[in-house]
């Protein structure tokens, strides 16, 4: 079973769909891969260089934030399928929970290449993106606990079940989210094993 993600639908521009390009097969990192103990101080912001500064405009036009090709972009996609499954509406909540898996996976892979990058240069700014990483990761991981869902209610197992043996390898099967992929594969009847998480872990 093929892991590379759909591409992203129409509605971008045409600078999102040439960074989307960059990555066509995006490499799925598991959260667990992910460095852990994120720093909370916050990366120094760049100071003007010149000697009549400029106040800093709040909003830039260049900004990312109202595009799909951020963490709201993903988000707002997957407040939109949320919609569609409310209406039952099961084709389109597929397409915007492909779009936001892909989104959040290739935004948790370019964080990361961002903090390895500055690991041992400037470790506030190393950690702030990994902690980008982390959130992008476990975003990704939810849309695709989603994604599996609505396959079970379009009676596609034979799709569930690769998202979910994926799932439980990116977040351990001691983690909710792990757990809970799991018990859809045992209801599905492709596991006849049932996991009790141990009270100790997390």
Do not use: C
């Not at 390009?21 to 101080?41: D, F, R």
């Not at 090709?69 to 569609?84: C, K, P, Y």
């Not at 979910?164 to 757990?179: E, V, Y």
């Amino acid at each position: 079973m093929s892991t590379s993600f759909v591409k992203l639908r129409p509605f971008q521009s045409a600078f999102q769909v040439a960074v989307l390009s960059i990555i066509s097969a995006a490499a799925w990192l598991p959260l667990g891969a992910i460095a852990q103990n994120a720093s909370t101080e916050k990366p120094v912001q760049s100071q003007p260089s010149t000697s009549q500064a400029q106040p800093v405009e709040p909003t830039k036009p260049n900004s990312l934030e109202n595009s799909v090709f951020s963490i709201s972009g993903g988000q707002r996609l997957m407040a939109e399928s949320m919609t569609a499954i409310s209406q039952q509406n099961y084709d389109q909540a597929v397409t915007k929970l492909q779009d936001a898996r892909q989104v959040f996976n290739q935004l948790s892979n370019f964080y990361q290449e961002l903090t390895t990058s500055f690991s041992g240069i400037d470790n506030r700014i190393s950690d702030s993106h990994r902690r980008k990483a982390l959130q992008s990761a476990q975003l990704r991981d939810e849309a695709t606990y989603q994604l599996a869902v609505v396959y079970r209610a379009k009676n596609q197992p034979e799709l569930a079940v690769p998202l979910l043996i994926q799932l439980i390898r990116s977040q351990a099967p001691t983690r909710d989210l792990g757990q809970q992929a799991y018990q859809q594969l045992f209801e599905l009847g492709f596991v006849d094993a049932q996991f009790v998480r141990p009270n100790a872990a997390k």
